[in-house]
Structures are given as structure tokens and as C-alpha cells.
């Protein structure tokens, strides 16, 4: 009933143009801000996900600059190493994503 007695209200006194503006223009920034976070989200995901295989060449390349012979037992070696860690490093991902929705979730309750 209140917002109806509201709506009346605005109504009456022709401010439904510039409240409709405004509210237009919270939208379209919300959106921008919602795009924005989309995208930072896909990229964090997407070098995530690239970030052990970019490990793993730059340490065989190190490897390679210092002189050591890359041996099959060698790559191998460090390709196991560089999965075993990969699992650990995928939840620590997931767990700032949900520490920060978290954040901007408490930050709307304000």
C-alpha cells in the first residue's frame, strides 16, 4: 500500500521522468560494474587454468638455460611434480573467489 501511496505521490507532482532517469542510470552502471567483474572472473579462470602449464615451461626452460641436459626422466619428473601441485593451487583459487563474493556480497548488506 505504501509504495502504491508512493507511486501516487510521484505521480502528482511529475517527478516520474527524473526518478525513472535516475533509476535508468543506476542500471546502466550496475551493468558496467556486473561486465566488469564478469570479465576480471573469466580472466582469473582462464590463467588458473593455464597457470601450471606456464610453470612447468618456464622451469624446464630454466632448467635448460643453466645447462642441465632435459632428460625424458627429468620432464617427466617435473610434469608430475607441477600436476601434484596443481589440485592445492585450483582450491586456493576457488577459495579467494569465494572471500571475495563474499566481500562484495556484505558490501551490498551496507
Known amino acids: ?8 505521490v510521484l505521480k502528482m ?11 535508468e542510470s543506476m542500471r546502466e552502471r550496475e551493468l558496467g560494474h556486473a561486465a566488469l567483474y564478469l570479465a576480471l572472473r573469466a580472466f582469473s579462470s582462464a ?6 602449464t606456464l610453470a612447468m ?3 624446464l626452460a ?3 638455460d ?3 641436459p632435459l632428460t625424458a ?9 607441477i600436476n601434484l601441485v596443481r589440485a592445492p593451487l585450483g582450491g586456493l583459487a576457488i577459495g579467494v573467489s569465494a572471500i571475495i563474493d563474499g566481500r562484495s556480497a ?4 551496507d
Open 1 to 8: 500500500a505504501q509504495v502504491l501511496d508512493s507511486f501516487k
Open 13 to 23: 507532482y511529475g517527478w516520474l521522468p527524473a526518478v525513472f532517469r535516475r533509476l
Open 47 to 52: 590463467a588458473s587454468y593455464c597457470s601450471p
Open 57 to 59: 615451461l618456464a622451469t
Open 62 to 64: 630454466v632448467i635448460r
Open 66 to 68: 643453466d645447462g642441465k
Open 73 to 81: 626422466h627429468r620432464v617427466f619428473l617435473i610434469y608430475n611434480i
Open 106 to 109: 556484505l558490501r551490498r548488506l
